[in-house]
């Protein structure tokens, strides 16, 4: 005789399928769903087992993070020195300083308590909060100028560094790499901006960013930070996935209390073309339920808030100079073309409209050229794009995943300084992508921002900055749109909305657990809905926040 079918109850379920949009049961075989509906419809399967711990919850799919980082799960590790106080992987809350000086004087006392040998590494920290005030290397030298000193900016795209750094990467008046900010005399200010200038600094000062997600600890973290949101399927998008890394996922995903699906993607910058093509179909075979391996990233510009995207006329409202190439425009067009006719999926970086207007140009090149159905390449972020480039990248099958967590956490400093009122009403233009036929996904690029679908979805609603300025309230979605974003949209754009995004017969068992019902609650509370946990293939997980308190 076979066991009974578990059957989940609860007050309602929010199916994301057209066929049956709302229930109150839905019974589970094998991990997967096998059935969405009334107890008496549920029997025709068999004898039922009605589980009643999420009777008084609504469930929805499990959130689907289409662009977050495993390093949200390492950071954590390091000092956070944020603006905005933010909650970590265990529920606690941390950071919220509000100048520069707070900032140098919390590394201060934090280099007290680490081994003198160890360098002082931090996050976080942004300064276009404090009124144009830049860090330099003058500034962290308070805290140490004997070992390294190392801030990451909130973007992830600026380091900033002190003086032992700069003396232990050999930097000097004659440096000529892009990026390497100097002073007016002529000396390496302590500001590195993207690639090839961090590079250099964290590789003298043997601090690898890459390298601190490289253990399983980590990436329980990063699931914690995912199931206190409610998310069960997270990319992590950029990743150099060699052969170590991926025995890595494998061995942590196929535990069975690990709660998340993990997405992540190879970067192309860290590989030749031929290498980093023939790596990323190699590993593809060793996709499992839990790790789906075989995306691809591709790297642009850099980011808007720190002068680094490249923006085309007029260019940065403040006058500042255009941003920075991490790949040379004509490598970008050869690596995409190459990629693309080696029947990849890739996800590319664009932040500025010109970068985004080069890519479309390279994918339109490619997909004339060289034709292929369904293959969902998606731009990331895309933050500036028009409606002239929304409908370009429709006609070609391009999705977008936009980052609507800009509009609070940079909204303001964006309309007064990098891009301009008008600009800045149509950043991250959710409901323009829509209504030209965009494939359409929203994210949080955690830990740029916090790993939040829910908070995700209230700035895609509500478009109110940190300040509380509207901006560009014709790009509101509905709370329906925006709750489809950050799960069946966001699993299209990964090729995994026939397993994903929707509580539907035959896909995962993969549930968001939460107090109130999205859809019912005022949209200006859509964020302030709690989250029990996750259900991952019928396996339930409580919140590490909650299971704490």
């Known amino acids: 005789m076979s066991a009974p079918i578990k059957v989940y109850r609860a007050r309602k379920i929010i199916t994301m399928s057209r066929n049956r949009p709302t229930a109150t049961h839905v019974a589970l075989r094998d991990g997967r769903v096998l059935g969405v509906g009334e107890p008496e419809e549920l029997a025709r399967w068999g004898e039922l087992e009605i589980d009643e711990r999420f009777a008084d919850k609504v469930l929805m799919p499990g959130f689907v993070e289409g662009h977050a980082h495993a390093m949200e799960g390492a950071v954590w590790r390091d000092l956070y020195v944020g603006y905005f106080v933010r909650r970590s992987p265990d529920g ?90 100097k002073d007016p005399a002529g000396e390496p200010n302590g500001e590195l901006q993207e690639m090839a200038a961090m590079f250099a600094a964290t590789r003298a000062a043997k601090v690898d960013f890459d390298l601190r997600t490289l253990d399983g600890p980590s990436l329980y973290r990063y699931a914690g930070s995912a199931t206190i949101a409610g998310v069960t399927t997270a990319t992590d998008l950029h990743n150099k996935l060699d052969d170590e890394m991926v025995d890595l996922f494998a061995e942590v995903t196929a535990k069975e209390d690990f709660p998340l699906r993990l997405v992540p993607a190879l970067g192309a910058l860290s590989w030749s073309p031929d290498d980093g093509i023939a790596q990323a179909k190699a590993i593809r075979e060793r996709s499992t339920d839990k790790l789906r391996l075989g995306l691809v990233k591709v790297m642009t510009d850099g980011s808007i808030q720190g002068f680094t995207g490249r923006l085309k006329w007029p260019g940065y409202h403040n006058g500042a100079p255009n941003g920075i190439w991490n790949i040379a425009p004509s490598e970008l067009k050869r690596t995409i073309g190459l990629y693309h006719d080696a029947g990849l999926h890739m996800h590319i970086h664009t932040n500025g409209d010109q970068a985004s207007e080069f890519v479309i140009d390279c994918l339109e090149e490619a997909l004339t050229t060289r034709p292929r159905r369904d293959h969902r390449h998606t731009l990331q972020h895309c933050q500036m794009a028009d409606a002239a480039q929304f409908r370009r990248m429709a006609a070609l099958g391009v999705c977008a995943n936009l980052f609507a967590n800009h ?120 964020k302030d809905v709690g989250v029990w946990g996750t259900v991952l293939g019928g396996i339930p997980f409580e919140s590490p926040a909650r299971a704490a308190s």
Not at 113 to 138: C, I, N, Q, S
Request: glycine share 8%.
């Open 92 to 181: 606690e809350m941390e950071g919220g300083l509000k100048s520069l000086d707070a900032v140098v004087e919390r590394l201060r006392r934090y280099a007290e308590t680490l081994p003198e040998d160890k360098p002082v590494v931090a996050w976080g920290f942004d300064p276009l909060y404090f009124d144009g005030r830049r860090m330099d290397r003058h500034d962290l030298d308070k805290v140490s100028t004997t070992r390294p000193v190392l801030v990451l900016h909130a973007s992830f795209h600026i380091l900033n560094v002190n003086s032992r750094v700069i003396e232990m990467a050999g930097m000097g008046p004659s440096t000529n790499v892009e990026g390497v900010m």
């Open 407 to 526: 509009v609070f956490y940079w909204g303001d400093q964006h309309y007064a300084l990098t891009m301009g009122p008008d600009r800045a009403r149509r950043m991250d233009a959710t409901a323009t992508a829509l209504a030209c036929g965009v494939p359409l996904a929203i994210h949080s690029d955690a830990p740029v921002t916090p790993l939040a679908p829910l908070f995700t979805a209230w700035c895609a609603v509500n478009r109110r900055t940190s300040s509380g300025r509207l901006l560009g309230p014709e790009e509101r979605l509905t709370p329906e749109q925006a709750l489809f974003a950050i799960t069946l949209g966001a699993a299209y754009t990964l090729k995994l909305d026939h397993l994903v995004g929707s509580i539907e017969v035959g896909k995962f068992a993969d549930f968001a657990v939460l107090d109130d019902d999205p859809l019912a609650v005022a949209p200006d509370m859509l």
